[in-house]
Structure formats: structure tokens, C-alpha cells
């Protein structure tokens, strides 16, 4: 098979939605291209530090401000040496997606200049890639590969970026590549995909996603050259591809790190290579290629009905299917339109949820709704020919998740953890949707260099589960489902914090969400349950409420807003919440128990939510609320 859909060429100027994408394409080229410069003088640096440290919102890349970066929530400008250093990687990945998008639109119109454009932007790195200095993320220089530090980019800040130039340039090369010189694709292959092996190659020393995206553009690159000793490193050596599926991927057809953002970006690596394989009728492996399908099929399956997914630990807020669809894009020009995965992504493209993006190594959509890869692979897609999928309620116990199912009800838990890397300390937050409409849901973070980032998103506090003495659960280690049905779950988790066990017991009943939490330690303390509701819901009740302070401040309780606490005097408390379309009765059972009533910081913290806050003094808690939708 080809790269480009044999299609192409016939229908992309055959609808007028096609040529409207062409000419906007060309309009983002004309801006960008005959203003290329750079140099490897400039040092990049890490897009995670391109966060406003006062509300966590991501700061603007202004291809016309390289000493200023203003924030998109609140407008605070920020002048430093580090953010210019972000800056110029935000303009080394624009340059490789414009070369990227420079082929399609050559392509498409046969215009020489965007092929020269294209080919202009490759010949500069490549030409000059040697000399751009070997350095990582936190800006350590050094002076070979065989002394550099681990995650040591050139072009970009850390390798696994670099890995991200690689597939793109290879990608350009190969809409371009009945069209190039000969001797000019063995001095790119020489002068830079060569470099790129040897600086990646010894980062790939665990089962990780940035392993997988280092062994994914090697094994691109190996392919595109025919370039043995590439594909031998990629299938052959320790840590290859094959055996970061068999060993990364849990029987759930998850990525072990759990996050839900790091599956698709692993995802998005692998269905590079898992393609290139293809055309180059290179064997991806059987077990590989089934555990890659049941990646894609699975991760419809934990999605919520509206295709939002939800956001435990490390990742992006606000996520949905469409975010991805990209990826879907790459994996179904390889495993067809009528596999399963073709089918999958028929029906993201279907949904009329609109796309929400990403901070960072964004791809290129046109008008937020037509990516490359749906132009380039399946264009020919027939959306008529479509197989309903529904949903079911689904338990992933390797993965210490659950999605409940019911009536208007979606309820997702996180019952566990498998490790450390890019986890929350978060063991059994739920989020909730009710008639596609978010009740709750996890924040996930901003940039990790971010203040808010490590002082809120990565605390406890900031998710619905229980704070004990005002600390962060400790426990990275697996839960256990007790019981699972399509409208019930009671998972456990031991030792959360050292001595201190969780249960809870999510059931969707005719009439709402039932919410069970038992603490079991015989410690004593003071045990915060936790629930936060969107920002676009308010509270009404007749409590009596007086000012109040939590007692701790620290671990998130610094950024509390408005802490209030009622005064109930009997066992139970009942609180409506009211958004514009929507209104929620909410029922606690107090058992002796503090209530308070919260502000706390959304993300990014712009946005305000109302928080209920339940405090058990002494040992042994037991939490109960129920959720029930009013006319």
C-alpha cells in the first residue's frame, strides 16, 4: 500500500470542503513559510514551563513575540530567558508541521513553490542538525551520546520531541518522495535521521511511552532508508517495541501508567510504526498488532457516552475521542475502513461533541475539525456505512478503572494505581455525567512546571475522594473490585495512606447516583471526603453557614476559597445544585460528622467550583451521598 490514499488525487478537489481545506492549508503555509529562519544558537526548552503560574492557563505562542508570552487566561505577560527557549521550540515544531502541511498542499495542487518549501525547512535541519547542541529538559549541556544525560534532544528539548520531528519529517518525505533527489534523501538519511538514531536509541531503557516513541520514529526511519541496523534496534534490541505492548499493556488493553492522555500519545507513536510496517510489508507481529486493535476498540469503551473521557492522573483537561482523532485516522489507513477501528473512527468523526485540542505537540487540524490524516489516508471514507457501537458498563481491573452505565447515568472510578509514573495521588475519585452533562469530573493538570500544577491538580484535595490529616494519599499500588454489575461497583484499596483502607460503593439506582465510603485504620484524625462539582453549578439550601478554616494549609487547603460550614442539627443535609439547564438534589449523610461548603479552583482556575466537604474527627469514617435529578 501507499502512504497517500490511491484516492487522493481524484477526490480532493471533487468537494467543495476539500478545496476550502486546500486553500485555508495554503493560507498557513503563505504565512508562515517565506519568514523561516533559525539557527542552532537558540536553545529550546520545555513546552511544560509555558503555563501562567497565577491560574495554570497555557501561555500564547505569538510567532511575532518571541520575548513575550502572554497568558490566554489572564493576559499577564511574562519576559524570562527560559520561556524564550520555549518559544523557539514552539517554533521549530510550527516549522515541522508547516513542511508537513507545504506536501499536502503540494500535493493536492502541484504548486512547485510549496514542494520547495517543504524540502527547504528538511535541508536546514538536516544540513545544520549536528551542530545544535545536545542538551534535555532541564537545560543540562553535554557533550556526546555517549556521555549526554537521559532524555537529551537537539532541535528540541528532550528527545522524546525529537522523536515527534523525526516521524513528521519522514511523513513529509513520503508524500514527496516519487519528487526528491536521490542524493539529497541519502544526506538527510546521513547527515540527520542517522544523528536522530544515535541520540535516541539510548533512551529506549524501560517499558515507557517515551521509549515507545523513541523506538517508533527509529523504526520509521528504518523503514523509510531501508535501514537495517535501525529495524534491528526497533524489533531486536532489549526493550523493543513488541515487548513494550507485551509488557506496558495491561490485560485491559490499557497503558500501565494510567493515564487516559498517555495511552493516546503512546498511541499515537506506535500507529506511526504500525502503519509504516505496513507499507513497507515489514511484520509488526501478531500479538502486537492484536494488542494495538484492542488499544483502539478498548479505549471506546471507557470513553462516556458523549465521547468525553475522563482524566485520571498526568494529562489534559477536558479530553474527548474527537481530540484523538488523528490517531484513529493513522491506525485505520492501516487496518482499513471496514476493520473495527475504521468503524471507530467513522463514529468519532459522527459525533457532534466539537473537538477540544491540546497545549502541547498539537497536530494540524483545519478549522479545528479536519486533520491530515483524514485527507491524506481516508479520504475515500464512505460515512454511511457505519455500525452502531453501544457502549455497555465495564470493569478494567488490571487498570483500576470502572464505567458505570445506566438510564442518563455515566459514572467512572478509579480504584488503584500501577506504579508511580504520571500518577495522581487520587485512589477512588469518581467523575459523573448525567445526560451528557459533566456533574463532576477530574481536573487532570497544567504544565508540570506549573505552580498550580504541583500545588493543586497533583493533590488529593482536588479530587473526589478522602483526605486524611490534610496530607496526600501515599499508595501507588493496585485496588481490588469487589463486585461489579452493570449499574454497581465496590472496589477496594489497602493501605492508601500506611494502615488506612478505602471501600467504596458507586450504584446508579432508578432515581440517582448512590455514593458508599468506608474508612477502615483504627487511626485516629481528621478525614476529608470530597466532592467537587463543575463550575457551572451553584448551591441553593437553607443551611445556616458561618465563616470557617480548615486547619491546614498546605497540600492543596492553601488555594480553598471561601470556606463556610453549616450548621445542621440533624443527621442529614440536604443541598440542591443548580447549573442553566440542570438541577440536582444532593443528600449527605452526616452521622455525627462537619459539613462545609467550599470554592475551589478549576483548571485552568479562572473557573470556580462549588465544593461539598464532609470531616469525620477519630477514626473510621463512613460517608454516604446520594445524587437525584429534579424536574
Not at 514542494?115 to 544540513?127: I, K, P, T
Not at 504544565?447 to 490534610?470: A, D, I, M, P, Q
Not at 471526603?529 to 463550575?535: A, C, D, G, K
Request: hydrophobic letters at 35%.
Amino acid at each position: 500500500m501507499n502512504y497517500v490514499n490511491e484516492n487522493f488525487d481524484r477526490l480532493i478537489h471533487s468537494a467543495e470542503e476539500n478545496r476550502q481545506t486546500i486553500a485555508a492549508l495554503k493560507a498557513d503555509v503563505d504565512a508562515f513559510m517565506p519568514g523561516f529562519s533559525d539557527s542552532p544558537d537558540r536553545l529550546s526548552r520545555w513546552g511544560h514551563y509555558y503555563f501562567c503560574d497565577d491560574d495554570g492557563g497555557r501561555l500564547i505562542f505569538d510567532l511575532n513575540s518571541p520575548k513575550e508570552h502572554r497568558c490566554q487566561v489572564c493576559g499577564k505577560i511574562y519576559r524570562n530567558e527560559i520561556l524564550d527557549g520555549v518559544w523557539t521550540y514552539f517554533y521549530r515544531n510550527r516549522a515541522v508541521v508547516m513542511a508537513l502541511v507545504s506536501a499536502v498542499v503540494y500535493r493536492a495542487t502541484k504548486e512547485k513553490k510549496y514542494f520547495d518549501y517543504a524540502v527547504q525547512v528538511m535541508d536546514f535541519y538536516a544540513a545544520h542538525y549536528c551542530e545544535f547542541v545536545l542538551h534535555n529538559k532541564e537545560n543540562v549541556i553535554c557533550d556526546s551520546y555517549e556521555t549526554m544525560k537521559w532524555g537529551c534532544g537537539r532541535m528540541m528539548p528532550q528527545g522524546l520531541n525529537e522523536s515527534i520531528v523525526a516521524i513528521r519529517f519522514v511523513q513529509t518525505i513520503e508524500i514527496l518522495r516519487d519528487e526528491l533527489d536521490k542524493e539529497w534523501l541519502d544526506m538527510v538519511h546521513q547527515k540527520m535521521f542517522k544523528e536522530m538514531f544515535y541520540l535516541l536509541a539510548p533512551q529506549a531503557t524501560r517499558i515507557h511511552n517515551i521509549s515507545c516513541w523513541n523506538l517508533s520514529a527509529i523504526g520509521v526511519m528504518g523503514l523509510a532508508f531501508q535501514d537495517q541496523e535501525m529495524l534491528d534496534f526497533t524489533f531486536g534490541s532489549e526493550y523493543n517495541i513488541r515487548e513494550q505492548l507485551k509488557k506496558g499493556v495491561t490485560s485491559d488493553y490499557f497503558w500501565y501508567e494510567g493515564s487516559i492522555h498517555y495511552n493516546f500519545f503512546l498511541l499515537e507513536g506506535i500507529s506511526y510504526l504500525y502503519l509504516f510496517c505496513r507499507i513497507y510489508d515489514y511484520d509488526f507481529g501478531k500479538e502486537s498488532s492484536d494488542i494495538l486493535t484492542h488499544m483502539f476498540v478498548q479505549a471506546y469503551s471507557y470513553a462516556f457516552d458523549n465521547q468525553y473521557l475522563p482524566n485520571p492522573n498526568d494529562g489534559w483537561p477536558n479530553l474527548n475521542l474527537k481530540t484523538f482523532s488523528y490517531i484513529y485516522h493513522t491506525a485505520a489507513r492501516a487496518a482499513g475502513e471496514d476493520s473495527e477501528i475504521g468503524n471507530i473512527t467513522k463514529l468519532i468523526e459522527l459525533s457532534e461533541e466539537p473537538r477540544t485540542t491540546l497545549p502541547l505537540s498539537e497536530p494540524y487540524y483545519y478549522n479545528n475539525k479536519v486533520c491530515l490524516e483524514q485527507l491524506l489516508f481516508n479520504i475515500d471514507f464512505d460515512y454511511s456505512k457505519v455500525t452502531p457501537v453501544k457502549p455497555i458498563s465495564h470493569n478494567f481491573p488490571k487498570s483500576n478503572f470502572v464505567i458505570l452505565r445506566s438510564g442518563d447515568w455515566n459514572v467512572f472510578m478509579k480504584y488503584g494505581l500501577n506504579g508511580k509514573s504520571h500518577a495522581h495521588p487520587d485512589i477512588m475519585t469518581v467523575e459523573m455525567m448525567y445526560q451528557n452533562h459533566r456533574v463532576t469530573r477530574d481536573l487532570s493538570n497544567a504544565g508540570y512546571r506549573s505552580r498550580l500544577c504541583n500545588e493543586w491538580h497533583r493533590k488529593t484535595l482536588s479530587h473526589n475522594t478522602v483526605c486524611w490529616n490534610g496530607t496526600d494519599i501515599t499508595s501507588v499500588n493496585p485496588g481490588e473490585c469487589l463486585y461489579f454489575d452493570d449499574r454497581k461497583v465496590t472496589a477496594k484499596a489497602a493501605n492508601v495512606y500506611e494502615g488506612i483502607d478505602y471501600t467504596r460503593t458507586i450504584e446508579i439506582k432508578e432515581d440517582g447516583v448512590e455514593d458508599s465510603f468506608k474508612v477502615n485504620s483504627g487511626k485516629d484524625g481528621v478525614y476529608d471526603y470530597v466532592f467537587h462539582l463543575e463550575s457551572d453549578f451553584s448551591f441553593e439550601h437553607e443551611l445556616e453557614l458561618h465563616d470557617a478554616e480548615l486547619g491546614f494549609d498546605k497540600n492543596g487547603y492553601q488555594h480553598v476559597l471561601d470556606v463556610k460550614r453549616a450548621l445542621v442539627n440533624e443527621n442529614r443535609a440536604v443541598i440542591y445544585v443548580k447549573s442553566e439547564d440542570m438541577k440536582l438534589k444532593v443528600t449527605i449523610d452526616l452521622n455525627g460528622n462537619e459539613l462545609y461548603l467550599l470554592k475551589t479552583m478549576d483548571n485552568p482556575v479562572n473557573q470556580i467550583r462549588s465544593t461539598i466537604l464532609v470531616r469525620h474527627h477519630g477514626a473510621d469514617p463512613m460517608y454516604q451521598l446520594k445524587i437525584e435529578p429534579q424536574q
